[in-house]
Each structure stands twice: as structure tokens, then as C-alpha cells.
């Protein structure tokens, strides 16, 4: 059976996902449809594009990867299909990609007249998963194109025994996850000149609200607070810089 995920911003007070479904399914009434979730922030296109890269790997080669997160719906913006490493990627061309490609070949897909400008993930997006799930050639989806938008995941900058990074996501619990790698062996890390937190094994290690650093299962140290909430109690925002002692 073939797989889709669907990650959006839409929320589910509305019709808007029911009718990507509703879409897919009248096309491939076999495939399977999986939620990654909806309740991304609304056009927050660089927090969409991380939790793509963190849960892409965990569904079997093949599957194909819906991932709508537009505030450019009906401009100027492109249409994409793309194949990398194993995975098919349908959405806009924003860059909400971008954490995930490995010498990806990218089509733009054929728009017809009658779809909407205001709702490309049922006119467009939705249909062409579909379609692809049914073993259509891409060439007869889209146009191979080689230039489309991608930005960088942010790096790291290592100066001494000082490594200097930044907070890229807060998750559901209010954990603060950094863009530095766990397979680089780290003491502590600073959130100012006058505040650190020191690196535990796992949570409990830590008295109740106590802010600590850990290996998180992202690939990823993150920050957290036991039974607390980090990013209100440490005021962190992502975007928010962080060191880190080696």
C-alpha cells in the first residue's frame, strides 16, 4: 500500500484538510494517508521545514511527503514535485524543502486554469500525491527544472572550546532544541554570560523546573526543564543564541 504524509498549517477547526483527503482519495481510494500534523505556526515556513527533516526518514522509501505550508498560495511561487534519496516531496517552492534534499530532481507541475488560486493543496497538491501513488510518470506531472528555492540549516561556529549556536525549534513541552550536533561531546551550555545549564542523561535527572541540557532524540541537544516549560521559564525564543562549552 502506498503511503502519504500530510504536514500542514491548516488547523483542524476547518474543511481544508477533510478535502486534501477527499481529493487523494477519489483518485487512489487504496492509498493510505498519515498526519504529521497540522498545528504548524501559520507561515512558518522554516519550522515546517524542520519537523519535515525530523520525521521524513521514519516512514519506508517510497512514501510521499505533502507538505503545505504557503503564504505565497496562488502567486508567483512554483508548484514542486521532487525525488531525493528515496522519498517524493510535493509542495510549494518556498523552501520548505530544504533540511531534507540530497541531489533532488525537481519538477514543476502543470497547473490547469480551473484551480483555485486561494487553495492549491486540494487543486494541485493533493492530486498529484495521488497520481504519483498510482505509478505516474513525473514527466507527464511537471517540467524538470533545476533552479528552486532553498535556504540553509543554521550552522554551528566553533571558536576555542566554545561552540556557538542557536535555538531552532520549541517543541509541544516547551524544550528548547539547539542546532548543535549530540555527537559533538559538550560540559554545559550558556544562555547568557551568567546563566548555564549542565548536560544530564535524561529528564528525571533534574529537580522539578530545574533547566538542564540533554542529547535529545533529534540528533540535537535541547534545553528543558523537568515537568516545566524552558522556553517561558528561561525566556528563549528560537532564533535565540546559545554556547556551548566542549
Not at 498560495?73 to 510535493?90: A, D, E, N, T, W
Not at 560540559?187 to 541540557?213: D, P, R, T
Amino acid at each position: 500500500m502506498s503511503i502519504i504524509t500530510f504536514l500542514s498549517d491548516f488547523g483542524d477547526n476547518d474543511w481544508f484538510v477533510s478535502a486534501v483527503k477527499g481529493e487523494i482519495l477519489k483518485i487512489n481510494p487504496e492509498v493510505q494517508i498519515i498526519d504529521i500534523t497540522h498545528h504548524l505556526n501559520p507561515f512558518d515556513i522554516k519550522q515546517s521545514a524542520f519537523v519535515l527533516k525530523m520525521v521524513y526518514k521514519n516512514f519506508p522509501q517510497g512514501t510521499i511527503h505533502l507538505t503545505v505550508v504557503d503564504p505565497g498560495v496562488g502567486g508567483k511561487r512554483k508548484p514542486l514535485i521532487i525525488s531525493s534519496g528515496g522519498y517524493y516531496f510535493v509542495g510549494p517552492d518556498n523552501g520548505i524543502f530544504s533540511y531534507v534534499l540530497k541531489k533532488p530532481i525537481v519538477y514543476e507541475i502543470y497547473v490547469t486554469k480551473s484551480a483555485s488560486s486561494t487553495f492549491q493543496a486540494r487543486d494541485i497538491f493533493g492530486p498529484v500525491t495521488a497520481k504519483i501513488t498510482l505509478g505516474m510518470d513525473l514527466e507527464l506531472l511537471g517540467k524538470r527544472i533545476d533552479k528552486f528555492l532553498k535556504f540553509h540549516f543554521p550552522e554551528i561556529k566553533k571558536k576555542g572550546n566554545k561552540i556557538y549556536g542557536e535555538v531552532v525549534y520549541i517543541d509541544n513541552f516547551g524544550n528548547l532544541i539547539t542546532n548543535i550536533p549530540v555527537k559533538i561531546a559538550i560540559k554545559k551550555i550558556y544562555l547568557n554570560k551568567f546563566f548555564s545549564v549542565e548536560v544530564k542523561k535524561f529528564y528525571q535527572m533534574a529537580k522539578f523546573e530545574e533547566a538542564i541540557a540533554l542529547e535529545g532524540s533529534s540528533g540535537y541537544y535541547e534545553i528543558a526543564c523537568y515537568k516545566g516549560r524552558a522556553n517561558t521559564k528561561l525566556n528563549m525564543n528560537i532564533g535565540n543564541g546559545i554556547i556551548a562549552v566542549i
